[in-house]
C-alpha cells in the first residue's frame, strides 16, 4: 500500500532526507510479507522476473519501471545498490512524494519486485490574504502557481522567500508569510491539494535616526548624505523615504566606506551594525567605525604605454603629489564605469581601437601615509570590427537601421561609435530606447577582431489621434493618423499592408483639428534620406486654415467673419560634420496665402483683402541628448532658426515713408471721428498695400539642457527666444508670425505663422495682446523623475520653475520682466496614442490689466514637446 499525504508542507522534508535510507531497509524487512525467510546477509544474485507498480499514481506502468531501469531479465544482487540507484532515480525526477520497493515473491533464481509509488499533489487552486487584490494575480505569475502544477517542498520555500522580499523591498521589513496546503478528497485517485498563502506584511519600518560612533575625520552629516536610499524620518523629504530596505542598507554601508576613501582614509572600515527597534514601532541604525589613518598621493608613474605619452594620460589623471588620496576619483580618471562617454584613459584608449585594453592602478608604497602608484597599462592589439549585424526588427525594414550605424565592418573600434550608434538607433522612435543592446561576439585579441550584433525591440511607431481638449480659447478636438515608419515605395503593394506600408523610416502625416474659432487640415511627408545614400532630409506640407474672428461681447466665435490660410511648404536638412556630427543645417521654402473676409482687427484693418508670404527659413540645431527622446537623461538641444521674406520693399518701387505719414493722418483722423468712414476706408487701402507681399524677418532660439541628478532623476533647464521684425520701418511689423504667450501651449494650430508658447499657472495667451508680439522671452526649470518607462507607456512625474513674456517693441522689451510661475505635473507616452498629459501651475504674478496674481491653473498636454 502506498503511503498517503496528509501534510506536505510538514512532512515532505523530512521524507526527501530519510525516504532512501527507509526504502532500502524494507526491501530487506519486507520479505516477511510473503512469509518466507532469506538470508540477505550474503546478498545473493536474482534475475528479474518481473516489475509491477502499484501504489497513488497517475503515470503508466511501464514508464515508471523503464525509469528506474529494473528491467525484466536483469540480474541484480539483493541487498545492494540496484535496487538503491532505482529509488535514487525515481527520487531524481521529483514527481513523487513516496517510493517504496517491495520483493514479493522469490521462485528459484527469480525475484518478483513491486514499485510502490505516491505522486506529488497536483496543485488545483491558491488563496492569497493579505495583499491588495491587483497585487494577487501578479505573485500566482511570478511563482508561476498554475493549476496542475506538482507542489513540491522547493516550490513552497521558493514563493514564501519571493513574496517575503518582495515586500521587504518596499519597507515592509517585518513581512512574514505562511503556505499551507490542504489535501483534497474525493472520488478521483490523484493527489491534489489546495494552497492557502497568508502574508502578514506588517507595519512598514521607518528609521528614526542613524547613529555613528567613531567618526571624527567626518561630519554625520556628510556621512548620512552618503548613504543615497537609507534616509531617516524627515517630512519636508518627498523623493527619498525613511524605509527600510535592506539590500539599499548594504549598498549605502559601501557607499560610507567609498566616502572615507574620496577623502583620504582608504583604510576606513566598518566594524559593526547593528539594529535596535524603538517604542514607537520604528527602528534606530547604530554604525560603528574604524576611520584609520589620513593619507596623501605620492609619485604616479605609467607603466606600459607606447601608444600615448606619459604627459598626455597625466592630463587625464589629473592628480598632484602631496593631494589628498581619493581611491573613487583615482578610478573614475582611470575607468568611469557609471558614464559610457567619460572622460578617462580607458576611454582615451577605446575610441581609438584598444578594445583589448587593460589599464590597472597598483600601490607600490605606502610609506610614512604617503602612497606611490604604477599604473600598468596593457595595450594589445587595435581592434577592428568584424561582422555587424542588428537582430529584433521585424517591420524595419535593415536599410533603415544600418545607415544610421557608426560601426562598420572593417572599421577601427571605437567605444564612442558604440554608444553613438545605440543614441542613433534610440533617436530613430521605432525601437524601445531601453531595450537597445550591443552584444560583443568572437572578441579575437589575437587577431585583433570583434563582432557586433545590435539586438533592438520594436515598438508602435505609428499614431491614431483621437483627442480632445482645452486650448486656445476653447475645445479642441483633434482627428489625424502619423505613420512614422512609412514605406512609399509599397504604397501599391497590396502585400504590404498589414495594416499599411511599413519599414522605410518615412512620415506619413493626416490631421484635422478644429475649435469654435478655427478649422484645421493638413498633409505633411518626409523622407530623411533622400535618395537613400546621405542622411539628408526631404519634407512636404501642405495646410488649410479657416480662422473665426472671436466676439470679445459673446464669447463665441464670429462665423461672419473670417479669414481662409492656405500654405505649402517644401524643407531639406543635412546632418554636418563640423563642428561635430551632432549639428544639421536645415532650410525650406513656403509661400502662402491669406484671404480676409470681413475680418477686422487692430492688426487687420483690410478685413476682405489677402496677403501673400513667400519665405525662407534657415535653421541651426544641435542634439546630443542621450538615447531615449522621450526622456531624455543628458545632453543638449539647441536651435536657432531665421525665417526671412525677400525685401519686397526695395525693388517694388512703392514710396512706403509717404504711406506711412498717410496712414498716421488717417488715424489722426478717426481719434477725432471714429466713425469716419472714408478715413477707416483710406486706412484700409494704405493696409492692404502695405502688406500685400509679406516683408520682415524673424529669429527664434531655443536651448535645453539635461542632468542626471542621481539615476533617472533629471534636470531640465530651457531658455527661449523669439523676434519679429521689418526691414523697413515704414512698412513696419506684420500683423502676422506673431507670438502668443501664457498657457498650456495648445491651438498650435497652422494658422498666419503664429507661435503659441507654453507658460504654465497663466490663462492661454493671456500674456500677450490680443494680437500677439513681436518679441518674447522664457525661462524654465523642470525636475523630472520616471514612474515607468517600459515602451507600452513611458510616465513620468515633473516639476517646474517658469517665467516669461511677451512684448511689442524691444522698446519696451525687459528680459527680467517676467511672469513667474511654478508647479507639479504629469506626462504619459503611449505610441499609439502620443503625449498625453496634466500640469497644475501657480501663477505669482497678475496678468496684464489685472492687480492680483493670477494663482491656480489646470493645463491639459496633448502632443506637446518632450
Known amino acids: 500500500m502506498g503511503k498517503q499525504v496528509n501534510n506536505l508542507a510538514n512532512t515532505f522534508l523530512l521524507k526527501t532526507y530519510l525516504k532512501q535510507c527507509i526504502a532500502i531497509l524494507i526491501v530487506v524487512f519486507s520479505f516477511t510479507l510473503q512469509a518466507q525467510e532469506v538470508d540477505f546477509e550474503s546478498g545473493e544474485t536474482y534475475v528479474i522476473g518481473g ?69 506529488l499533489p497536483q496543485l488545483v487552486d491558491v488563496k492569497i490574504t493579505g495583499v491588495k487584490k491587483g497585487k494577487i494575480e501578479g505573485i500566482i505569475n511570478d511563482n508561476k502557481l498554475k493549476k496542475g502544477v506538482k507542489v513540491t517542498e522547493n516550490l513552497i520555500t521558493t514563493t514564501k522567500n519571493f513574496i517575503e522580499k518582495k515586500y521587504k523591498k518596499n519597507g515592509f521589513y517585518n513581512t512574514k508569510v505562511n503556505i499551507n496546503t490542504i489535501e483534497i478528497k474525493d472520488s478521483i485517485d490523484n493527489a491534489r491539494v489546495n494552497m492557502v498563502v497568508a502574508v502578514d506584511k506588517g507595519e512598514k519600518v521607518k528609521i528614526k535616526d542613524i547613529i555613528f560612533k567613531g567618526d571624527s575625520a567626518l561630519k554625520e552629516k ?259 493618423l502619423s505613420f512614422n515608419n512609412f514605406s512609399i515605395r509599397n504604397l501599391f503593394n497590396k502585400e504590404a499592408y498589414q495594416p499599411i506600408p511599413m519599414g522605410d523610416g518615412q512620415k506619413l502625416a493626416l490631421r484635422l483639428q478644429a475649435s469654435r474659432f478655427f478649422q484645421t487640415y493638413s498633409f505633411s511627408f518626409s523622407e530623411p534620406w533622400l535618395g537613400g545614400k546621405r542622411p539628408v532630409q526631404f519634407s512636404a506640407s501642405i495646410s488649410h486654415t479657416k480662422q473665426f474672428l472671436f466676439d470679445r461681447f459673446t464669447g463665441n466665435a464670429d462665423r461672419s467673419r473670417s479669414f481662409n490660410i492656405t500654405g505649402i511648404t517644401l524643407g531639406l536638412a543635412k546632418r554636418l560634420t563640423v563642428p561635430d556630427n551632432y549639428f544639421t543645417l536645415s532650410q525650406a521654402l513656403s509661400y502662402q496665402v491669406y484671404d480676409l473676409n470681413n475680418y477686422n482687427t487692430g492688426l487687420f484693418t483690410f478685413g476682405d483683402g489677402s496677403s501673400k508670404n513667400l519665405s525662407y527659413t534657415i535653421g541651426l540645431t544641435r542634439n546630443n541628448t542621450r538615447i531615449d527622446p522621450i526622456y531624455p537623461t543628458g545632453g543638449s538641444n539647441f536651435s536657432i532658426t531665421a525665417k526671412l521674406s525677400p525685401p519686397w520693399s526695395l525693388f517694388d518701387g512703392k514710396d512706403y515713408e509717404a504711406l506711412a505719414e498717410d496712414r498716421e493722418e488717417q488715424e489722426r483722423l478717426l481719434s477725432l471721428d471714429p466713425t469716419d468712414v472714408d478715413a477707416a476706408n483710406r486706412r484700409s487701402e494704405i493696409d492692404q498695400e502695405r502688406f500685400n507681399w509679406l516683408e520682415f524677418y524673424k529669429v527664434n532660439f531655443k536651448a535645453d539642457w539635461y542632468t542626471e541628478i542621481t539615476k533617472d532623476l533629471v534636470l531640465r533647464p530651457s531658455v527661449e527666444f523669439g523676434f519679429l521684425g521689418a526691414y523697413n520701418n515704414d512698412r513696419g511689423v506684420i500683423p502676422f508670425e506673431r507670438f502668443f504667450v501664457g498657457g498650456d501651449g495648445l491651438g498650435n494650430f497652422a494658422l498666419d505663422g503664429r507661435q503659441v508658447v507654453q507658460l504654465r499657472g497663466y490663462p492661454n495667451q493671456s500674456l500677450s495682446t490680443q494680437d500677439g508680439g513681436s518679441i518674447y522671452n522664457k525661462f524654465s526649470l523642470e525636475l523630472r523623475y520616471p514612474i515607468t518607462l517600459k515602451a507600452s507607456a513611458k510616465i513620468y512625474a515633473l516639476g517646474f520653475l517658469e517665467g516669461g513674456n511677451s512684448y511689442n517693441s524691444f522698446r519696451d522689451f525687459n528680459p527680467f520682466n517676467v511672469k513667474r510661475s511654478a508647479g507639479l505635473g504629469v506626462r504619459i507616452f503611449m505610441p499609439a496614442f502620443g503625449l498625453l498629459g496634466i500640469d497644475f501651475g501657480h501663477g505669482f504674478d497678475p496678468i496684464p490689466g489685472g492687480t492680483v496674481k493670477n494663482g491656480w491653473e489646470t493645463h491639459f498636454i496633448i502632443g506637446q514637446q518632450f
Do not use: C
Open 222 to 480: 556628510v556621512l548620512r548624505k552618503a548613504m543615497k536610499s537609507t534616509k531617516k524620518i524627515n517630512r519636508l523629504r518627498i523623493l527619498k523615504r525613511s524605509k527600510f530596505i535592506d539590500s539599499a542598507y548594504q549598498a549605502d554601508l559601501a557607499s560610507v566606506i567609498d566616502k572615507y576613501a574620496e577623502n583620504g582614509y582608504r583604510d576606513a572600515r566598518i566594524i559593526s551594525d547593528s539594529i535596535s527597534v524603538n517604542d514607537d514601532k520604528t527602528i534606530s541604525i547604530h554604525i560603528e567605525l574604524e576611520e584609520g589613518d589620513l593619507y596623501k598621493f605620492g609619485d604616479i608613474s605609467f607603466i606600459g604605454n607606447t601608444v600615448y605619452t606619459d604627459e598626455q594620460l597625466d592630463r587625464y589623471i589629473r592628480i598632484k603629489k602631496g593631494d589628498t588620496y581619493n581611491g573613487v576619483m583615482l578610478q573614475k580618471r582611470i575607468q568611469d564605469n557609471t558614464k559610457p562617454d567619460g572622460d578617462d584613459i580607458a576611454n582615451l584608449y577605446q575610441n581609438n581601437g584598444y578594445l583589448f585594453s587593460s589599464i590597472n592602478p597598483v600601490e607600490v608604497s605606502a610609506k610614512d601615509n604617503v602612497i606611490d602608484l604604477e599604473i600598468r597599462i596593457s595595450e594589445g592589439k587595435p581592434a577592428y570590427f568584424n561582422n555587424v549585424s542588428v537582430v529584433g526588427n521585424d517591420k524595419t525594414n535593415d536599410h533603415v537601421i544600418y545607415r544610421e550605424l557608426r560601426t562598420r565592418p572593417g572599421q577601427l573600434y571605437s567605444k564612442a561609435d558604440v554608444v553613438r550608434t545605440v543614441r542613433e538607433l534610440g533617436q530613430l522612435g521605432f525601437f524601445d530606447a531601453q531595450e537597445i543592446a550591443p552584444d560583443f561576439k568572437n572578441p579575437n585579441p589575437n587577431e585583433g577582431t570583434i563582432d557586433m550584433e545590435f539586438s533592438v525591440k520594436e515598438t508602435g511607431s505609428s499614431q491614431i489621434e483621437l483627442q480632445g481638449g482645452y486650448g486656445g480659447g476653447g475645445f479642441i478636438g483633434t482627428l489625424g
Open 51 to 119: 516489475v509491477s507498480v502499484s501504489g497513488n499514481t497517475s503515470f503508466n506502468e511501464q514508464t515508471v519501471v523503464a525509469y528506474s531501469g529494473l528491467k525484466k531479465g536483469n540480474e541484480i544482487k539483493i541487498p545492494g545498490e540496484d535496487i538503491a540507484n532505482a529509488i535514487k532515480k525515481l527520487w531524481s525526477s521529483k514527481l513523487f512524494s513516496d517510493i517504496e520497493v517491495y520483493l514479493k515473491n522469490i521462485e528459484g533464481n527469480k525475484a518478483f519486485l513491486e514499485i510502490q509509488l505516491s505522486d
